[in-house]
């Protein structure tokens, strides 16, 4: 054949092949040359740019999902500011073409840029990886309870995900919980994993010792002096004293009680003079010389019983407190009492004994007391002032021990007064001083403080954390076991997991069986979600002890209300009766104290619901009107509540007829959307109406989407307001922008948006500094239209309701509250407009809530609009259409759904209008 010629006649076997001359390896070469800057090292240095691996350090200690920038090397603290590398744009280009928004957003977070990462990641499809590098830059904006919420969610999807292992060892520890950033760090090191196992290891080795040598050095002090208290004869340690004053100061005044003599006394001086100049008083040493001059022929025995006393824990006899009396011994009568919660004595004997004593620290402890007997007495705003008041003389007096002590006890009943912000900030100042005096108990009970803080506000991950961290410092002490175990139910049960709250109350009751008023409480809930047949017998066990001891009023009715909860299970018409009791001893109350204000409102809830639940639908519209303090309605309306899983809504149609829908399948919480709540074929009663007036019983009544936006309706508060004059006031457009707030909330100002002028009347704007309060409230008086541009901020020490930060008073007052706007008429019966973010917007688990739109329409205001989201600044245009709508005769409800659906048609991106609430 000729192809197998070289030429005529000649063959190729046997003979070498010709040479290939350069021309012909060009095709050969190309596609290598593609692979090899693919993956060779053009890719490399691609990579490097993107990733930033071209150093034997990584730039970021948090790790990323995407592999090729997730490659070990150690980690290592800048000595100074690193300046900022420019991110690659030209190899970003090249990940956008490919679509990979991953890609883009994780060389962002190495490139210290995580709100661009966020924006990335926001249009990348949905994956636990998208999840966990979402959480990275979070954590970069240490917003850590976001984070930590995000990885939790994450890691019970996939518990094993390596990333998100690490950055929730890395958020926990950001947050101070050292001992449970360890133990993740041993679920990294177990994975096995080359370089990341060893550095998990090594971090959570350092963490522990940390640990392990703060809580040693300070149990080694308490021991010490508490021993010293039992036995005269130890030595006395000035060095412990020296590194931990707080806990050496609150025992040392047992060694001067239980001191045998007037010789001991001498031996303690040198102690008293070093904490009383790391105080810096003299007031322990004057203390320590006064009792040596005491005759220890009489006092001697006396200081033996009360040694006894200390040792085995035991409160006082009468008996013993009579002879105290009677003996002059002023500082073991004072011991003997606060050893004695439930003594009773002489009008005034601890503040005279205090007095006389004239030392702050007694005088603090005093104070401390007598807020405890008030809160048991149902005085609770006299309590909150004395604490208040304590803690500023705790300050000027810097004793610090003590104020980390009151911080907690303030945050104890911000919490229990449903003020959050204020608990969270208090308990995190006691925590911060409690740490860095060393002082391990009082930091421990701040961490109790900060999960309550955490609970109510439906803040679970973090809850569950804290919580943690303190059973992690204590594992094998009983109390602390089932103080943990039984909060951890209550979170479980917040999350409708009612299996798993059963396995925490178990576990809270592994070593000590009562499980308190907050057991109590669950077991009635899991009775009727998981129940057992000794659940009644404990419930009414756990009652049956909180009856025995001394407790607030509030607590009183919330363990009454869990009794009526549990006669429901068995007889509606007796359940209904302890409930109505409850509603009728709580009105009295209601001022005083948050506590009969949730036993309250829960039992409204569960009269509501539990009527749903045997279709007793016509009941529901008078429970909830009456809660809601507004008028049954008749026609044209929707009732709504819910408790737990449980939700009952009921419609009544333009006839009056009674359609209702009780629901017990919801497996999770309720979101801030309540779409869907409201089944079609009870929507269909009310498609009819003109519109709709919605009463909605807490928490239902500050979220969105109860009905769809194409009818409509506003939620319906009650007014203390008398009914609007026949004369108006002349028409009168006010404007609060551009407002001057203090510099210390670090707000920017708003302007007001790009609108047409008000369509009549005059025109009052306030702004800048102008815009006070005082002012503020003046001028509403007397406007027809309000128009609020100026930041919604929380702050509960001075209000329940989000307040509108102002410019600040004379005296630096500078929120416009809910409370303020209690006390003033607002004559013209205005449309109000607030422009502030997310004013609507409410913790969301509150069984009360008190809003600014509540207390708008409570002054007098005719209509209050307000959004539970961050609206644009294109909403000027929006709320403009709303107001001419009105103006021109259309009712608040109806204008507010035409403008509504009008957006909906014609602008792009603008659901936001869906989440605007009416409230009239």
Avoid at 193 to 214: F, H, M
Wanted: glycine letters at 6%; proline letters at 6%; charged letters at 25%.
């Amino acid at each position: 054949m000729a192809g197998e010629l070289d030429a005529p006649g000649q063959s190729k076997r046997g003979r070498r092949a010709p040479r290939l001359r350069a021309w012909h390896l060009i095709p050969l070469l190309v596609f290598p040359a593609i692979l090899i800057a693919r993956s060779g090292p053009l890719a490399d240095r691609h990579a490097e740019v993107l990733w930033l691996t071209d150093t034997r350090t990584r730039p970021l200690e948090a790790r990323l999902s995407v592999a090729t920038a997730d490659v070990y090397r150690p980690f290592a603290l800048p000595r100074e500011e690193r300046p900022s590398i420019a991110v690659p744009l030209r190899e970003l280009a090249r990940l956008e073409e490919d679509g990979d928004r991953a890609g883009i957003a994780a060389s962002y977070l190495l490139h210290g840029d995580p709100q661009q990462a966020l924006a990335h990641l926001s249009q990348a499809p949905a994956s636990v990886n998208r999840d966990n590098d979402q959480a990275v830059a979070i954590f970069l904006l240490k917003r850590h309870d976001e984070a930590l919420a995000q990885l939790d969610t994450l890691l019970e999807t996939a518990p094993r995900h390596p990333q998100a292992l690490w950055n929730r060892a890395l958020v926990l520890r950001a947050m101070g919980l050292h001992l449970l950033a360890a133990s993740v760090f041993d679920e990294v090191a177990r994975l096995g994993e080359k370089g990341w196992s060893t550095e998990a290891r090594e971090n959570a080795a350092a963490l522990r010792a940390s640990v392990a040598q703060r809580a040693s050095s300070w149990k080694r002090t308490q021991s010490a002096f508490t021993r010293l208290a039992q036995d005269a004869h130890l030595p006395i340690p000035l060095e412990e004293a020296r590194q931990h004053p707080g806990i050496a100061r609150g025992l040392y005044y047992d060694a001067v009680r239980t001191a045998p003599s007037a010789a001991r006394l001498t031996e303690l001086l040198p102690l008293a003079q070093t904490l009383d100049r790391i105080h810096g008083d003299t007031a322990l040493e004057a203390h320590t010389r006064t009792i040596a001059t005491r005759d220890f022929n009489r006092r001697a025995p006396l200081a033996a019983e009360y040694a006894r006393l200390v040792r085995e824990r035991q409160p006082a006899s009468e008996e013993f407190l009579t002879r105290l009396r009677g003996s002059g011994e002023y500082d073991l009568l004072l011991g003997a009492r606060l050893l004695t919660p439930n003594a009773k004595g002489p009008q005034g004997e601890l503040e005279r004994v205090a007095q006389a004593w004239n030392d702050p620290w007694i005088a603090l402890l005093v104070q401390d007391e007598l807020a405890r007997q008030e809160d048991l007495a149902g005085e609770s705003w006299q309590a909150g002032q004395r604490l208040k008041a304590a803690l500023t003389a705790c300050r000027e007096k810097n004793l610090r021990p003590r104020c980390a002590e009151l911080l907690r006890k303030m945050s104890h009943r911000a919490t229990s007064a449903n003020r959050l912000s204020e608990a969270e900030e208090t308990a995190r100042a006691s925590w911060r001083e409690a740490q860095s005096m060393g002082e391990w108990e009082l930091e421990s009970a701040a961490l109790r403080a900060l999960a309550q803080a955490a609970r109510f506000q439906f803040r679970i991950a973090s809850a569950r954390a804290y919580l943690a961290e303190y059973l992690a410092r204590a594992p094998d002490t009983c109390e602390v076991k089932n103080y943990t175990y039984r909060n951890l139910a209550a979170l479980e049960l917040m999350r409708l997991r009612p299996h798993e709250a059963r396995r925490a109350l178990l576990q809270a009751q592994t070593c000590q069986p009562t499980v308190g008023l907050i057991g109590a409480w669950i077991l009635a809930d899991l009775m009727r979600l998981d129940r057992k047949p000794e659940d009644e017998a404990q419930i009414r066990a756990e009652l049956d002890r909180v009856r025995a001891t001394r407790e607030t009023p509030g607590r009183q009715l919330l363990a009454r209300l869990v009794e009526a909860r549990l006669e429901l299970l068995k007889n509606r018409a007796t359940g209904n009766k302890l409930l109505n009791g409850v509603i009728r001893d709580a009105e009295p109350l209601m001022a005083l104290d948050s506590d009969v204000r949730d036993a309250s409102a829960v039992a409204y809830q569960t009269l509501a619901v539990t009527a749903g639940e045997v279709d007793a639908f016509t009941e529901v519209p008078g429970v909830v009107a009456r809660q809601l303090g507004v008028k049954p309605p008749t026609q044209c309306a929707l009732v709504a509540a819910m408790e737990t899983e449980r939700t009952v809504v009921v419609a009544l149609g333009p006839r009056g007829q009674v359609l209702g829908h009780y629901d017990a399948t919801r497996k999770e919480p309720l979101g801030e959307d309540l779409t869907g709540l409201v089944p079609e074929k009870v929507l269909a009663a009310l498609r009819a109406c003109p519109q709709v007036d919605v009463l909605a019983a807490p928490p239902l009544d500050s979220r969105s989407g109860l009905l769809p936006p194409e009818m409509a309706w506003s939620y319906r508060v009650a007014s203390t307001a008398a009914s609007p004059q026949k004369k108006m006031p002349s028409p009168l457009h006010l404007m609060i922008a551009n407002v001057e707030t203090p510099a210390g909330l670090g707000l920017a100002r708003l302007s007001s948006w790009d609108t047409t002028p008000a369509p009549i009347g005059a025109s009052l704007e306030l702004s800048g500094a102008q815009a006070t309060p005082s002012r503020v409230l003046e001028a509403m008086g007397r406007a027809t239209d309000i128009e609020f541009h100026a930041h919604g901020v929380v702050d509960r020490s001075l209000s329940e309701a989000p307040v509108i930060a102002l410019a600040p008073e004379y005296d630096g007052r500078y929120a416009l509250t809910s409370e303020a706007l209690k006390q003033i008429r607002l004559e013209g019966a205005p449309v109000v407009l607030l422009g502030a973010c997310s004013a609507a917007r409410l913790p969301p688990l509150l069984h009360q809530t008190s809003s600014l739109p509540q207390a708008f329409v409570g002054a007098g205001a005719r209509a209050v609009f307000a959004a539970t989201v961050d609206i644009p600044d294109s909403a000027g245009r929006f709320f403009q259409g709303v107001r001419e709508r009105i103006h021109g005769g259309a009712a608040p409800a109806v204008a507010l759904r035409a403008e509504r659906l009008r957006w909906l048609r014609e602008v792009k991106s603008a659901p936001w209008v869906t989440r605007v609430l009416l409230y009239e």
